[in-house]
């Protein structure tokens, strides 16, 4: 049986270079293996202030590249993650069942919210969205960049915390990092990702 393989990107600006190696250059290998589920991640790009109308680019930006990436929408499914409602309805539930410890600790909060006077409560309750982006799909394999494979073992851990309470609902999805290239550093600012 093939894999069901789901990732995403979030249109918060121009793609890296860290993007085309985590994500673009892999996908006729993971359109060979399994079932893909692509989307385009627009509630997460909602945690950090973004304007509507340049969201919106970019989000066009990102189909775009997708496709020219070599994406097939005759092999795999693309779309844009507001556009399926049970996402945000699944965040809700999960966010029920981790614990402000385990999110206070997740390494990109605290980069991304250091030195900031004001911080959305969207980038703290990051982790839970991404869990339900993941788990709603029965996900086998979700290749991702170093940087994201914190979230992936939280979700992990949180769906096996689910199916201990409620039986086995969710699968229990494994992480895909890149043989080369899983942590791309900033070309300005080396000792930080590239974004």
Same mark, same amino acid.
């Given at each position: 049986m093939a894999d069901r393989i789901l990732t995403g990107?979030?249109? $918060?600006?121009?793609?890296?270079?860290?993007?085309?190696?985590?994500v673009l250059k892999r996908l006729p290998q993971m359109i060979d293996r399994g079932e893909c589920i692509f989307f385009i991640a627009d509630l997460h790009a909602l945690t950090l202030p973004i304007d509507p109308q340049v969201l919106r680019q970019n989000t066009i930006d990102?189909?775009?590249?997708?496709?020219?990436?070599g994406l097939d929408p005759e092999r795999v499914t693309l779309f844009l993650q507001s556009s399926v409602s049970e996402h945000a309805e699944l965040n809700a539930i999960m966010q029920n069942y981790l614990y402000m410890g385990e999110l206070s600790?997740? $390494?990109?909060f605290k980069d991304k919210s250091a030195g900031k006077e004001g911080v959305s409560s969207a980038?703290?309750?990051?982790?839970p969205l991404m869990a339900a982006d993941i788990l709603l799909y029965n996900t086998d394999v979700v290749p991702v960049g170093e940087d994201q494979r914190q979230h992936l073992e939280l979700t992990r851990d949180l769906a096996e915390r689910f199916n201990n309470k409620y039986n086995d609902i969710f699968k229990i999805p494994e992480i895909s990092?890149?043989?080369?290239?899983?942590?791309?550093m900033s070309l300005q600012e080396p000792t930080k990702k590239m974004s």
């Open positions: 990107i979030k249109p $918060t600006g121009q793609l890296t270079l860290g993007n085309y190696i985590g990102l189909a775009s590249f997708y496709l020219a990436a600790r997740m $390494t990109q980038l703290l309750t990051y982790p990092l890149p043989k080369a290239g899983a942590r791309i």
